[in-house]
């Protein structure tokens, strides 16, 4: 005979956006790192294609040559330029994510918090019935067994 609660649609339209919120931000993550990861394969490659510079100009090299390396560097520092711009916009996102996650579930936690009050209520409310029931049956019992003239 416990009464429903009469949020749990609520509680469970904010799990499903709490889970919704966390799987973004899982996808959000995931994209940050794969940024930043390019970022350091860019940079990585640039100081390996300026070290392969370095050692073409000891060996001696044309100017059509090294104006090809400076131009393929400058190249280079224009990709890792762009690549630190959607790192950044990825750290804004995720940080974003992280927000929008934490709202929730901080709503989640508010409601389901007061799904276990109203659980909590719910069980004394019934320890009372069935205490009652209880008594009820021993009130009875004895007042049976008194009208008998049984002995306790």
């Known amino acids: 005979m416990s009464s429903t609660f009469s949020l749990q649609p609520l509680l469970e339209l904010m799990q499903e956006k709490t889970d919704e919120a966390t799987r973004r ?13 390019r970022l350091q394969m860019l940079e990585n490659y640039r100081a390996e294609y300026a070290e392969r ?4 100009i000891s060996q001696g090299i044309t100017r059509q040559v090294l104006a090809n390396y400076q131009d393929f560097l400058a190249r280079i520092d ?9 790192v950044s916009q ?25 799904s276990d009050r109203h659980d909590e209520r ?5 320890d009372k019935r069935e ?3 209880l008594d009820e049956f021993t009130t009875r019992k004895f007042a049976t ?6 002995p306790e």
């Open 122 to 126: 719910e069980r004394r409310k019934e």
């Open 78 to 86: 224009e990709a890792i330029l762009q690549q630190r711009k959607i």
């Open 90 to 114: 990825s750290e804004n996102n995720t940080a974003r994510g992280q927000q929008d996650w934490q709202e929730k579930n901080t709503r989640l936690k508010a409601i389901g918090t007061l």
């Open 131 to 133: 205490q009652k029931l």
């Open 53 to 56: 510079l370095r050692q073409a």
């Open 25 to 37: 931000l899982g996808q959000l993550i995931a994209a940050e790192q794969n940024a930043r990861s």
């Open 145 to 150: 067994r008194s009208k008998d003239g049984t």
